[in-house]
């Protein structure tokens, strides 16, 4: 299955995301993009240091712009919020958009960290780990 997490930036919780996604699930693939990601933008310093002390994890790389092509690769598209649910389904009109705690069996939108200390980054990289250990649709 390929599975396609999507956040505003693509600089915190959608990359962290797709690591986490990554690394539970090897028979599955996980990419990541933003919805309006800032030309120049890479993965935020807190979002790497929370990776690479849990995974190993310290790839610096591009923020990017969820495209068509994205949006047809994917078998799951994957969102952080309801507000990025909403943007995809309207712009696509596609019932392939979920939300991560929509999957996981509950409501809510996932903290967007950018700007915080990394004691949040490392919150809400727990938080998704977690929601994605209740999914059981990758097991």
Do not use: W
């Amino acid at each position: 299955m390929n599975v396609l997490f999507v956040c505003t930036g693509n600089t915190c919780r959608s990359p962290m995301a797709e690591v986490i996604f990554n690394e539970m699930y090897k028979n599955h693939h996980a990419e990541s993009r933003g919805l309006h990601v800032r030309h120049g933008d890479r993965i935020e310093s807190n979002a790497l240091k929370v990776l690479k002390r849990e995974y190993g994890f310290d790839e610096v790389r591009n923020a990017e712009q969820i495209s068509i092509s994205d949006i047809h690769e994917a078998d799951l598209i994957i969102t952080m919020t309801e507000a990025h649910k909403r943007e995809l389904s309207r712009l696509y009109g596609m019932d392939k958009v979920k939300t991560i705690r929509e999957l996981a069996g509950s409501r809510g939108d996932i903290l967007d960290p950018y700007g915080m200390d990394e004691f949040v980054y490392r919150r809400v990289f727990s938080e998704i780990r977690g929601l994605l250990e209740q999914i059981g649709l990758f097991k």
